[in-house]
């Protein structure tokens, strides 16, 4: 047996999902004609306070085709320092957008509005203006850190009084908003408010396969579907990967709590057995510091255990869909074995 806690991105489909795929409604969407994409756009532009929703491949593009739309060539776009369209979308803003990127210093993943304030500069000649304020919530980088929806609200609106739009990069907000059931649609709303545009992904802690989207206000999105289309991102007959999206918001969104659970287990063990665990999880993810952390990842991935090195003395563990409570005490007994008798290979 093995359980794969490198990232809530390598679920697998499940049978009921694979069913609604197979039987989705589709059309050309480049036309506007897939029903299941429009219902899906429709459906989650509602859920996020906003008037339309794009589908797009990736959680990259959403962010990117965010930028693009709420910036000109020349501008500067806002970030906390550990964002994912600084680290982890391979310098996409700099080409797509042609913008310039100014990280602000947070405390895992999460900024003050001081330091916001303080960034934007007054207008100069001299100086590229900021026009895009952007927050990551879950903070990935941040630990899985959820920054709560008043927090959110006075950042933006600092960044608001300056001048700028607001984007929340919310690959993971369903995470943000983990919560017995009736809870969720409210905390979304109050998540989603302060932000001119939303990206969320469903390819991640819900389970599909493909699939993110882009939400906002009706003034923006038909310049969104342009970049899209410029991007190389206008799909067709893609109804069957919207339907997976819409099933597992049906189906996996309420289930999000038990990956917050069983991250804390994880954690609790962890911290037990004596590894240096970073600050408890507020989601689904567990890091902990060691010496050497690819040479560790090596060696727990043959105890059966797959861990992601961040840097060379960071490990990042996720809890998802296809980690239920077996996959944890095996991964904490893998991490006590190794804890007691390093295998052959260790630092
Ligand atoms: C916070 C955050 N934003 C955006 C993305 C990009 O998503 P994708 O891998 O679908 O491009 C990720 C991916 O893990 C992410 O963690």
Redo the contacts with the bound molecule.
Sequence with gaps: MMVDLRSD?VTKPTPGMRAAMANAEVGDDVFGEDPTVNALEARVARMLGKQEGLFVP????A?QIAIRCETEPGDEILLEADA?PFH?EAGAAAVISGVTIRLLQGDRGVLQPDVVRDAVRAPNVHHAPARLFCV?NTA?RGGGTVIPAEHVAKLCAVARDAGLSCHL?G??LWNAVAAPGAEIARALLAQCDPFDTVSV?F??GLGAPVG?MLVGPSRLMGRARRFRKMLGGGMRQVGILAAACDYALDHHLPGLLDDSTRARRLWEGLGAQGWEVERAPQSNMVYFRTPNAPNLAGRMDARGVRCLALGWDRIRLVTHLDVDDAGIQLALDAFAAEHAEPSPGAP
Excluded: F, P
Excluded at 58 to 61: D, F, L, N
């Design positions: 991105t990736t959680g990259t593009m962010n994912h982890y990551e990935n990069d690959a993971r992904c390819s991640k993110s």
